[in-house]
C-alpha cells in the first residue's frame, strides 16, 4: 500500500505560476514511478508528467512540455511540479499518482501496475 499526501493548488492568473508537491509513505517500490495526472468534468485523466524515482527520467505531456518541471526528493519521497506560464486549458483538478514503473504510452504519461492515487487538489487559471 502506498498513501500520497499533495499539497499546493489554487488559483492563478494567465502567465502566472504553481509548485504542487507529493509525499509518499509505504511500499517504496510501489512508489518507484510517480507523478501527476489531471482531469476535467466530462474527460478521462490524462498523465501530465511522470517520474521515475530511481533513474530520474521523466516523461511529459505535449501541452505542459517546457512549461512543466517535475522534480524529486528521494530522502522525503516526494515530487513537486513547478508549473510556469500557466494557460487557462491548465485548469482542472490535478492528482498525484504512484506506481512500480513509469513509460509513455500512447496517450503520453502512462504507469503499469498497481496505480495509488491521492485525492487530487484543484489548480484554477483564469484568463
Known amino acids: 500500500q502506498v498513501q500520497l499526501v499533495e499539497s499546493g493548488g489554487g488559483s492563478v492568473q494567465a502567465g502566472g505560476s504553481l509548485r504542487l508537491s507529493c509525499a509518499a509513505s509505504g511500499n517504496t517500490y510501489s512508489s518507484s514511478c510517480m507523478g501527476w495526472f489531471r482531469q476535467t468534468p466530462g474527460k478521462e485523466r490524462e498523465g501530465v508528467a511522470i517520474?521515475?524515482?530511481?533513474?530520474?527520467?521523466?516523461y511529459y505531456a505535449d501541452s505542459v512540455k517546457g512549461r512543466f518541471t517535475i522534480s524529486r526528493d528521494n530522502t522525503k519521497n516526494t515530487v513537486y511540479l513547478q508549473m510556469n506560464n500557466l494557460k487557462p486549458e491548465d485548469t482542472a483538478i490535478y492528482y498525484c499518482?504512484?506506481?512500480?514503473?513509469?513509460?509513455?504510452?500512447?496517450?503520453?504519461?502512462?504507469?503499469?501496475?498497481?496505480?495509488?492515487w491521492g485525492r487530487g487538489t484543484q489548480v484554477t487559471v483564469s484568463s
Open positions: 499518482a504512484a506506481a512500480p514503473v513509469c513509460y509513455s504510452g500512447s496517450y503520453g504519461p502512462s504507469l503499469a501496475g498497481n496505480n495509488y
Open positions: 517520474i521515475s524515482m530511481g533513474t530520474g527520467v521523466a
